[in-house]
């Protein structure tokens, strides 16, 4: 949600990017919300009940990944971080977030500091050498970026997974037109007032944007399986990255 007359954006900046600041900051970078937030009741409300459904979802296709290393590209609310962790112990869980609040409260939920690598990075343009995952998840990410954001983070995925490694997206399926909360003008107002971005991600091939910026690096992607919650108003999709040509 924008709230240009206020401009409280600014005090959040702190070396996120401006986008990230001036809609997001009242659900990620204010403590007050970061404390709020991240409660299950909360969490599960905003997705409209599905929160454990998604999660489990994703854990289960985790199983049958290549989970050699494994990146968790910023933090989320609620139980996927440590679940993650629980998941592929005693190998770490990377994590990566541009925003320091996210990473701390990431933080507080491991057992230990051997078992999360946690580093600040912009998701756009990471730190790490190519071909340093077998496994990269994304859980509500990229609806909540621009456009040219979204592509940045598609081909850095492209990027740090290596050939034969999996890229697991939690995210809005494609328009939903048939949903009531879409038909429902209000609703369909509200959802798109709190995510600005959602409209122009909804029209968005993922796995088309994923190859048009693997040719970079040598890579193609091709789903594995793509799994539909809330009447096709979420996926859950398994994205196979191999080398172009196999």
């Given at each position: 949600m924008k709230f240009p007359s206020l401009n409280?954006?600014?005090?959040?900046?702190?070396?996120?990017?401006?986008?990230?600041?001036?809609?997001?900051?009242w659900a990620y970078l204010w403590p007050v919300a970061v404390w709020?937030?991240?409660?299950?009741?909360?969490?599960n409300a905003i997705l409209f009940g599905q929160y454990r459904n998604?999660?489990?979802?994703?854990?289960?296709?985790?199983?049958?990944?290549?989970?050699?290393?494994?990146?968790?590209?910023?933090?989320?609310?609620?139980?996927?971080?440590?679940?993650l962790i629980e998941a592929l112990s005693p190998a770490p869980l990377?994590?990566?977030?541009?925003?320091?609040?996210?990473?701390?409260?990431?933080?507080?939920?491991?057992?230990?500091?051997?078992v999360l690598l946690a580093t600040?990075?912009?998701?756009?343009?990471?730190?790490?050498?190519?071909?340093?995952?077998?496994?990269?998840v994304l859980f509500f990410l990229l609806h909540e970026m621009p456009k040219e954001a979204r592509a940045n983070v598609l081909s850095e995925c492209m990027r740090v997974i290596t050939a034969g490694g999996i890229l697991l997206v939690t995210e809005y399926?494609?328009?939903p037109t048939k949903h009531i909360l879409y038909r429902f003008p209000p609703s369909r107002w509200l959802i798109t007032k709190l995510e600005p971005f959602l409209d122009g991600f909804w029209y968005d091939d993922i796995v088309s944007l994923?190859?048009?910026?693997?040719?970079?690096?040598?890579?193609?992607?091709?789903?594995?399986?793509?799994?539909?919650?809330?009447?096709?108003?979420?996926?859950?999709?398994?994205i196979r990255i191999a080398p172009i040509g196999a």
């Open positions: 409280l954006y600014r005090h959040f900046l702190d070396g996120v990017p401006v986008y990230l600041a001036r809609h997001y900051w709020f937030f991240d409660h299950q009741p909360v969490i998604l999660m489990r979802a994703t854990m289960a296709k985790l199983q049958i990944a290549a989970n050699e290393r494994v990146l968790q590209l910023t933090s989320v609310y609620g139980e996927l971080t440590p679940k990377h994590i990566t977030d541009v925003a320091g609040v996210q990473l701390e409260l990431a933080k507080s939920k491991a057992p230990d500091d051997n600040r990075m912009n998701a756009e343009q990471l730190a790490y050498s190519d071909n340093s995952f077998s496994t990269v399926a494609p328009l994923l190859n048009l910026y693997g040719k970079n690096h040598g890579k193609k992607a091709t789903i594995n399986s793509d799994e539909r919650f809330f009447a096709d108003f979420y996926r859950v999709i398994e």
